[in-house]
């Protein structure tokens, strides 16, 4: 785990675990001076997160659910898509790459074994075992069970 990580994910079990959302929220700001990153405390994160070049450029919002074994490469983007009614934020499943640039927006599920192209938008749901790009992302590849992507 990298150091951004680290914080986002000391930040995190300070406010679930402990209360303490002051301690969380200057470890954000932390965060946010030294690695450019903007990451909510009030998201929920699975084990073995992983942010390559520490997180650089990285925003997620709060509400957000990361799966478990997760890598969001640089300058990618996880929140809501306010439509001025419903605030409503992404759920990353398990073992999913996030490329650097990606925007994922709105109340957005992507299944478990997922790759997301570099720069893509991700605007709809996502099913299990899919390679996915471009703006709008599309399935380009889907595979039969995790093992093949």
């Not at 679930?16 to 932390?30: G, S, V």
């Not at 759920?91 to 109340?107: E, K, N, P, S, Y």
């Not at 992302?137 to 093949?148: D, G």
Request: positive net charge.
């Amino acid at each position: 785990m990298g150091g951004a990580a680290r914080l986002v994910y000391t930040a995190n079990k300070a406010y679930h675990l402990f209360k303490a959302k002051w301690i969380a929220q200057i470890i954000k700001n932390i965060c946010r001076i030294i690695y450019a990153c903007d990451i909510s405390y009030q998201i929920q994160i699975g084990k073995n997160l992983k942010m390559p070049h520490q997180g650089l450029g990285v925003v997620i919002g709060p509400d957000v659910v990361i799966g478990s074994n997760v890598t969001i490469y640089q300058n990618s983007t996880l929140g809501s898509k306010d439509n001025g009614k419903v605030y409503a934020a992404p759920v990353i499943g398990d073992h999913v790459m996030i490329g650097a640039g990606t925007v994922i927006l709105g109340r957005v599920q992507i299944g478990s074994n997922v790759k997301i192209g570099a720069n893509s938008v991700v605007l709809t749901d996502i099913p299990n075992n899919c390679i996915v790009a471009g703006v709008p992302a599309k399935i380009i590849s889907k595979a039969a069970n995790e093992k093949t992507i």
